[in-house]
């Protein structure tokens, strides 16, 4: 006997046990399907009938997974993947209340309309949807479910206050990793729950809160469709979400979907606000309490009666409004985005000639966008399905397998994973579809296999980012107050129970890099309570270490050994710098004075050994008048003054206040007034470190390399630089103070006005090539002029008389008997071809060489006080006055300038014979004999 069907509206809030009651019904019938929101639920419930009643009658069939054994008797489905016209005894469908969700609604509303079991149907919900099913479902009873706890409102909490057993709800992919994130460095690490997740990594994250390996949890709104978990509490870091189109506002009945997911059972619940969502109102906050909401009036609806005998047919019937006024038309989906947009392009309409080939395209366009890329580029790849369906029947074998291989690698971010596993859900549905592939069982195993180690590759790297067991075993410590041993190796590694967390440099404490916030916190506390006895152990012999042990950087940095342990400041006098020491408060004050004075020891030793010059110049009582005003800005230089700045100061000083002053070690050089002592490595490098700090400058000029004479002066390098290192800049390299005054000595015998040419010692101490040694005279105020002549030849050695020459065993005399009267003569053939004719000794002659040189001469555009002071020169101080004493360029000299006139020095004639010629020798001969 056949009984009549009955329709059940299962309606209350969460945590009334809805969802299992379905379950039991449907078990009670020997056939049934329920139809879930999510895929993750779909999974869950799947497992759970699989338990009672085994695999072999349970199908789980969602929109990238299909299990469906011979025979199947209970089927679990996604509402968009629920079969339809299989007679089932029982059917059911969960979360009913989404009929009014402005992306699925029209999915839920169908299934409210036709999906009916033979003798049973249920659909689950809220109590907002009993107005709506009244209206559209006369004949359906209504049985109202009481929520099994209470659930209290809580309002803003910390993230850092946030109790135990907590989950903490995000509406973005970003959010929800950034409070993971935070999650980790203050509480140890969180699970992380999202709909985006393959069932096989979400259950895995599930497992490490359920399992007590993390406290809390973070997820999307995915948690508040049925997921049972052990929740105590629920906290809103936002109150508005992205549905696809646009930001808006949770409505009361949506923050409560997901704050009933707190309190399990008997276990009463709390639900809040944290992060920047802002306090709830308090009439929002006892409606979710009270679970009173404004019942739904419309319902999202798309007309399921389609026409496929073109594509304009099946458009229209996809836009046809509806009649009812519950029902209100869904928003432009995009699967019918899809179909909008393929069906105008010219390859695909001319393919649209049946019904068949519309429902196809149809069929292709309802693919989801797992991938979340722009709508034209996944219309590109449903165009690539869609042709070849159509001209094959089946996709390709090797265009799958390529696109499936593309994808099955496990390496790279949580993002690059996640991406992956969105794009190889796109190919499980495809697999999926029936008749789209040869072998259906070997591509769904193939893409699940590849979901399967993504899953898991993506489960580790969630795990490895967001949970953290350092952490975690540090605060339990920390609350339990228990003494923790911390063991510091000899790089500096320190642990602490165990567990590494920084590094211990000098007496400041380095959290490991993986720390910052409030774990960094948690991590340094727990770590400095565990140093402290270190911290007195290392300062006693840091006292007693030698001076050796301790030096600068050139940045101002003070090291022991390795290790930074303070930095130089400015103090009041340029000389006098104070050292300040980099030591953590937890090990307190007096290791930090006791590090502070050794460090102030070695600065003021350091500073007294190098600048002994200068400071007993400072000290000296008997200089007096414009001596001791010298004196002075020689300090405040630090022994190193550009004559050009002090020129006027220079000429005022009368001999016996330079006497005294050179009795210091001061040199007045022609360019630099310095103390050369104080031009030796260390003391440059200190030098650079003292005046630097005196300039206040953020990042300190390092010293050149000790032994080098010039250096690139650099286009943006200041002279002051140069100056302070022992330089001085011309052209495109700087020279060294003292060498460039021995190169000023040299160029004191040179005539600056006629001209003079570099010598081979010149170019010597300066290390330079002609071309170089060009460019620093330019830069010193010199004009070069560059010319080629003709390269000298070495003159031929003379040899002996042929008639006088003893003949030796090893030097056989050849050439003296070949011209000597009592030889014999050659065959006329051999002296012709020992003899080269005339022509042929013209071509034999090498071309003459030329070299390079360089004319100098005084251009005055070297700043007062710079100008050379060479003989007959433009100087002050040269001997004799200009314009007497002229001469004329010397023999063999190159071109010469003064002043308009140019003198040219020619070379002298010489009568030069090529040793080599026989002729010429035969001429020589000749010559000798007359």
């Known amino acids: 006997m056949v009984t009549s069907s009955r329709t059940l509206a299962v309606l209350g809030p969460t945590n009334t046990g809805k969802t299992h009651y379905a379950i039991e019904r449907m078990l009670a019938h020997r056939t049934g399907i329920i139809g879930l929101p999510l895929r993750l639920l779909a999974r869950e419930v799947y ?119 907590s989950a903490i709800v995000g509406f973005s992919v970003d959010n ?126 798309r007309n399921d009666r389609l026409q496929f005998g073109s594509a304009e047919a099946l458009i229209s019937s996809l836009e046809t409004r509806p009649q009812d006024e519950w029902l209100a038309p869904a928003r432009e989906a995009d699967d019918l985005i899809a179909l909008k947009t393929l069906s105008a392009q010219a390859d695909i309409r001319a393919r649209l000639d049946d019904a068949r080939a519309v429902q196809l395209l149809w069929d292709v366009c309802r693919v989801p966008d797992f991938r979340g890329i722009s709508p034209a580029e996944h219309a590109g790849l449903l165009e690539s399905i869609f042709l070849d369906l159509h001209s094959h029947g089946r996709l390709a074998d090797d265009w799958l397998a390529r696109q499936i291989r593309r994808l099955d690698r496990t390496d790279g971010d949580i993002d690059t994973l996640s991406k992956r596993l969105a794009y190889i859900r796109t190919w499980t549905y495809v697999a999926q579809r029936k008749g789209w592939v040869d072998d259906e069982s070997h591509w769904r195993g193939a893409t699940r296999a590849v979901e399967d180690r993504l899953s898991d590759a993506l489960h580790g790297a969630l795990t490895q ?99 930074a342990v303070g930095k130089l400041v400015a103090g009041d006098d340029p000389l006098k710098p104070r050292a ?125 390399p000790p032994g080098l004479v010039t250096v690139p002066s650099g286009k943006d390098v200041p002279q002051a630089h140069h100056t302070m290192a022992g330089y001085r800049a011309a052209g495109e390299r700087a020279i060294r103070i003292d060498m460039l005054e021995r190169l000023a000595d040299m160029l004191r015998s040179e005539d600056s006005r006629g001209g003079f040419e570099a010598k081979a010692d010149m170019l010597s101490i300066t290390g330079m090539t002609l071309e170089q040694f060009a460019d620093l005279m330019q830069g010193l105020g010199y004009k070069a002029e560059r010319g080629e002549r003709e390269k000298q030849r070495a003159a031929p050695e003379v040899q002996p008389e042929p ?24 065959a006329p053939e051999a002296a012709a071809e020992a003899q080269p004719q005339p022509a042929a000794a013209e071509a034999a002659t090498e071309a003459p060489e030329t070299e390079v040189f360089y004319v100098f001469t ?27 004493g002229k001469r004329p360029p010397r023999k063999g000299k190159p071109d010469g300038e003064r002043g308009a006139k140019t003198y040219t020095a020619k070379p002298q004639k010489k009568d030069r014979i090529d040793p080599d010629n026989p002729f010429a020798a035969a001429l020589m001969g000749l010559k000798d004999k007359s």
């Open 858 to 884: 005084w251009a005055g555009r070297a700043g007062r006080g710079d100008r050379p002071q060479g003989r007959k020169g433009p100087g002050k101080e040269a001997r004799g006055k200009p314009g007497k």
């Open 176 to 301: 929800v990793y950034a409070i993971a994130e935070l999650l980790r460095r203050q509480k140890g690490g969180a699970a992380v729950v999202m709909g985006a997740l393959s069932p096989r990594t979400r259950n895995a994250q599930v497992d490490l809160y359920q399992n007590g390996d993390v406290d809390y949890l973070v997820a999307t709104d995915a948690i508040g469709m049925g997921l049972n978990l052990d929740i105590n509490h629920v906290a809103f870091s936002s109150l508005t979400k992205f549905d696809g189109r646009r930001m808006r506002g949770l409505a009361p009945n949506e923050l409560a979907q997901i704050a009933g997911r707190a309190g399990r059972g008997m276990s009463h619940g709390t639900f809040g606000v944290t992060g920047e969502a802002p306090d709830l109102p308090d009439e929002v906050a006892q409606a979710i309490m009270d679970h009173r909401f404004t019942p739904i009036r419309k319902l999202e609806w």
């Open 580 to 704: 300040q020491a980099f030591v953590d408060e937890a090990a307190g004050d007096e290791v930090a004075q006791k590090v502070q004075r050794r460090l102030q020891h070695f600065i003021d030793r350091k500073v007294a050994t190098l600048f002994e010059p200068l400071l007993n110049l400072q000290k000296d009582d008997a200089l007096t008048g414009m001596a001791r005003g010298f004196g002075f800005r020689m300090i405040e230089a630090f022994g190193v003054l550009p004559r050009a700045e002090v020129a006027q100061e220079v000429k005022d000083l009368d001999q016996d206040a330079r006497g005294a002053l050179r009795k210091h070690g001061i040199r007045f050089g022609q360019f630099t007034i310095f103390m050369p002592l104080l031009l030796k490595p260390a003391p440059t490098r200190l030098r650079l470190v003292l005046w630097s700090l005196a300039q206040g400058l953020s990042e300190f000029p390092e010293s050149p």
């Open 803 to 826: 008639a006088t020459q003893e003949p030796t065993p090893a030097e056989p005399q050849a050439e003296a008997a070949d011209t000597s009267p009592e030889a014999p003569q050659e």
């Open 465 to 563: 980012r967001f949970v953290d067991r350092r952490t975690s075993v540090l605060l339990r410590r920390l609350k339990q107050k228990e003494a923790m041993v911390a063991e510091v190796n000899d790089t500096g590694d320190v642990t602490v129970e165990g567990e590494f967390v920084g590094r211990l440099e000098g007496f400041r404490f380095i959290q490991d890099k993986g720390s910052s916030g409030a774990e960094a916190k948690a991590i340094g506390q727990a770590s400095l309570q565990a140093l402290s006895p270190h911290f007195h152990l290392k300062a006693d012999r840091f006292y007693n270490a030698p001076d050796t042990e301790i030096d600068f950087t050139e940045q101002g940095g003070l090291m022991w050994g390795e290790q």
């Open 47 to 165: 497992d759970k009938i699989v338990a009672l009643r085994g695999p072999s009658v349970v199908a789980l069939v969602t929109g990238e997974e299909r299990i469906v054994p011979p025979r199947a008797q209970y089927w679990v489905c996604t509402v968009e993947a629920m079969p339809e016209g299989t007679g089932a005894d029982f059917v059911a469908v969960d979360e009913i209340q989404l009929c009014a969700d402005p992306e699925r609604g029209h999915v839920f509303t169908n299934r409210l309309l036709n999906a009916r079991g033979l003798h049973e149907t249920q659909f689950l919900g809220s109590h907002t949807m009993r107005g709506a099913i009244s209206a559209m479902v006369p004949e359906a009873e209504f049985i109202g479910r009481e929520r099994m706890s209470q659930l209290s409102y809580m309002g803003p909490k910390k993230i850092s206050k946030m109790p135990p057993r």
